[in-house]
C-alpha cells in the first residue's frame, strides 16, 4: 500500500532550528510537498522537491532522497508563528497525491 | 474575490438532510478537488475534476457528489448526511505545470447530529 510516515508532535525554541522527518511508500514518484497548515485554517504550499537534493526557500529548506523514500523539512531561525502542522505529500505515478497527517510543531518562547 | 471561496463557513445537519457545500474559484484552474481532513488522519480525497465537464471518484467517494458545469463551480453534494460525515471538508484547485500544485480554499466545518 502508500502511506506516509511522520511523527505526530515535535517541540521546539523559538530561534532554534528543527527538523521534520517524513518517510513515504508509493507506488511510483512523482515529486514531494510540504505544506503548513495552522489550526482552524487550510493547507498552505511550502515546497515542492522531485530530484534529490535540497531546495532552500528563506527559512525554510526541504530536503528529498528518492532512494531513501525520504524528506525532510527544515526550520531554521523559528519564530511563534511557525506553530503549526506541517504535512507531507507524495505523488505517485499516476499523479495521485497521498497526505501525511502531519506533524504538529509548538514552539516554546 | 480572489483564490478559492467555500460556503457555508459551518454547518449542523440533521441526519438524513441533504446538504450541498459550494465551491468557487476565480484562478481559471482546470482541476478541482473535495478532500475531507479528519483528526489524525491525512487529507482524503473524495472527488475530483480534471476539467469542466468531467469528475471522479477519490479514496472515499461514497455517499457524496459532485458536478463540474463550469471552470469556476465544483458543489459537493450528500444526499443523505450521517454522523460519519461530520468532518472538515476542504475544496482545491490546480492549474496543472510541473508542480501543479493544489491551492485550498478555507474549508467547510460540517456536524452531522
Known amino acids: 500500500g502508500q502511506n506516509i510516515d511522520q511523527p505526530t508532535e515535535m517541540t521546539a525554541t523559538e530561534g532554534a532550528i528543527v527538523q521534520i522527518n517524513c518517510t513515504y511508500q508509493?507506488?511510483?514518484?512523482?515529486?514531494l510537498f510540504w505544506y503548513q497548515q495552522h489550526a482552524g485554517e487550510a493547507p498552505t504550499f511550502l515546497s515542492y522537491?522531485?530530484l534529490d537534493g535540497l531546495e532552500e526557500k528563506g527559512r525554510f529548506s526541504s530536503f528529498l532522497s528518492r532512494s531513501k523514500g525520504y524528506s525532510y523539512l527544515l526550520l531554521k531561525e523559528l519564530q511563534m508563528k511557525d506553530s503549526a502542522s506541517y504535512l507531507c505529500?507524495?505523488?505517485?505515478?499516476?499523479?495521485?497525491?497521498?497526505w501525511g497527517a502531519g506533524t504538529k510543531l509548538i514552539i516554546k518562547p | 474575490i480572489a483564490g478559492i471561496t467555500q460556503a457555508p463557513t459551518s454547518q449542523i445537519l440533521a441526519a438524513g438532510r441533504r446538504m450541498t457545500l459550494r465551491c468557487t474559484q476565480d484562478?481559471?484552474?482546470?482541476?478541482m478537488y473535495w478532500y475531507r481532513q479528519d483528526l489524525g488522519l491525512g487529507l482524503r480525497l473524495i472527488h475530483y475534476?480534471?476539467?469542466?465537464?468531467?469528475?471522479g471518484k477519490g479514496e472515499v467517494p461514497d455517499g457524496y457528489s459532485v458536478s463540474r458545469a463550469n471552470t469556476d463551480d465544483f458543489p459537493l453534494t450528500l444526499a443523505s448526511a450521517v454522523p460519519s460525515q461530520t468532518s472538515v471538508y476542504f475544496c482545491?484547485?490546480?492549474?496543472?505545470?510541473?508542480?501543479?500544485?493544489?491551492?485550498f480554499g478555507p474549508g467547510t466545518r460540517l456536524t452531522v447530529l
Open positions: 475534476s480534471n476539467t469542466a465537464g468531467t469528475t
Open positions: 484562478m481559471r484552474h482546470n482541476a
Open positions: 508509493t507506488s511510483g514518484f512523482n515529486g
Open positions: 522537491n522531485v
Open positions: 482545491a484547485s490546480s492549474g496543472g505545470g510541473d508542480t501543479d500544485t493544489q491551492y
Open positions: 505529500v507524495a505523488r505517485d505515478s499516476n499523479y495521485q497525491l497521498i
